[in-house]
């Protein structure tokens, strides 16, 4: 089974700030792999697919790189709203996996 | 506009049984491999399990952690998805959410979840 690490775990940051989020992968998953936001009490919403393809309706602040085994997710110019945690998922194959998340909190 | 509709969450004891169930709308629902995503309260997201719709067949998978205790089955004539769970535990505890999509589409629409509560 593929295991996702992300990191950091936990970080604080400013408003404005840029901030990049990484996910490793225990062995290759090619592009296979998504983004997703989620805010205390709510449904995750996913935010880039394919490593890089920005979902729909999502801000052109959020991006997300990389191939095989190391991807990152940016997010420049930090807003208020993007205070939440952030997940990783690979479906390169199953069992899908997820990353333990990121919690992004205001500085 | 696609809408997941959970259902069948509830308290249930340890070693009972629990069917969850979610009504889909706003897509072909047979164009989609459908999962289920869960959440343990305060806790990460965790892949359940999935099924696909193909003209040959229909392949599932699980998670190690509920395969041999749960039973992943869909109606596409009802566009529903369904969650047989047997043999819960307090692990079992969590939010579960009706996840559509694989592969380029994977996650790209949730439901709102349903809590099932594993206590005695």
């Known amino acids: 089974d593929i295991q996702m690490t992300q990191s950091p775990s936990a970080m604080s940051a400013s408003v404005g700030d840029r901030v990049t989020i990484t996910c490793r992968a225990s062995q290759g998953i090619s592009h296979y792999l998504a983004w997703f936001q989620q805010k205390p009490g709510k449904v995750p919403k996913r935010l880039i697919y394919?490593?890089?393809s920005l979902q729909d309706g999502v801000p052109s602040r959020f991006s997300g790189s990389g191939s095989g085994t190391e991807f990152t997710l940016t997010i420049t110019s930090l807003q208020p709203d993007d205070f939440a945690t952030y997940y990783c998922l690979q479906y390169y194959n199953y069992p899908y996996s997820f990353g333990q998340g990121t919690k992004l909190e205001i500085k | 506009e696609v809408q997941l509709v959970e259902s069948g969450g509830g308290l249930v004891e340890p070693g009972g049984s629990l069917r969850l169930s979610c009504v889909a709308s706003?897509?072909?629902?047979?164009?989609?491999?459908m999962n289920w995503v869960r959440q343990a309260p305060g806790k990460g997201l965790e892949w359940v399990s999935s099924i696909s719709y193909r003209r040959v067949g229909t392949y599932i998978n699980y998670a190690d952690s509920v395969k041999g205790r749960f039973t992943i089955s869909r109606d596409n004539a009802q566009k529903s998805l369904h969650l047989q769970m047997n043999s819960l535990t307090a692990e079992d505890t969590a939010v579960y959410y009706c996840?559509?999509?694989?592969?380029?589409?994977?996650?790209?629409?949730w439901g709102q979840g349903t809590l099932v509560t594993v206590s005695s």
């Open positions: 996840v559509r999509g694989a592969e380029e589409a994977a996650g790209d629409s």
């Open positions: 394919t490593a890089s």
């Open positions: 706003g897509f072909t629902f047979t164009s989609y491999t």
